[in-house]
């Protein structure tokens, strides 16, 4: 229901912009996130976004490069990840909470449903 696109292998100081679409069901009335995974790595919050688009929030190790944000016309939500370091490499999944109208996912126990993964792989 959930599916994400737009990994690849970019070279550190490039930007990718992954993208997460809905089909099935709408998600416009909940909160959406994106996680990721190293290997050997427990899965982390990256970046969230509320229901209604008007907040966001971001783990301290993106801000200032990563830029969530959705349009829920296209049932669609994008990571706009810029200035990349070979420390984002990892499989990022987006994410929908479990609750509708919610303001944040950012823990693991809060999402309902994951879309498949997309590798990042960032070189130095």
């Known amino acids: 229901q959930l599916q994400a696109s737009g990994g690849g292998l970019v070279q550190a100081g490039g930007s990718l912009r992954l993208s997460c679409a809905a089909s099935g069901r709408t998600f416009s009335g909940y909160a959406m996130g994106w996680f990721r995974q190293a290997p050997g790595k427990e899965r982390a919050f990256v970046a969230t976004?509320?229901?209604?688009?008007?907040?966001?929030r971001y783990a301290d190790s993106v801000k200032g490069r990563f830029t969530i944000s959705r349009d829920n016309t296209k049932n669609t939500v994008y990571l706009q990840m810029n200035s990349l370091k070979p420390e984002d490499s990892a499989v990022y999944y987006c994410?929908?909470?479990?609750?509708?109208?919610?303001?944040?996912?950012?823990?693991?126990?809060?999402?309902?449903?994951w879309g498949q993964g997309t590798q990042v792989t960032v070189s130095s």
């Open positions: 994410a929908a909470d479990r609750t509708r109208y919610s303001t944040v996912v950012n823990n693991i126990r809060d999402v309902g449903s």
């Open positions: 976004i509320s229901w209604s688009g008007d907040r966001t």
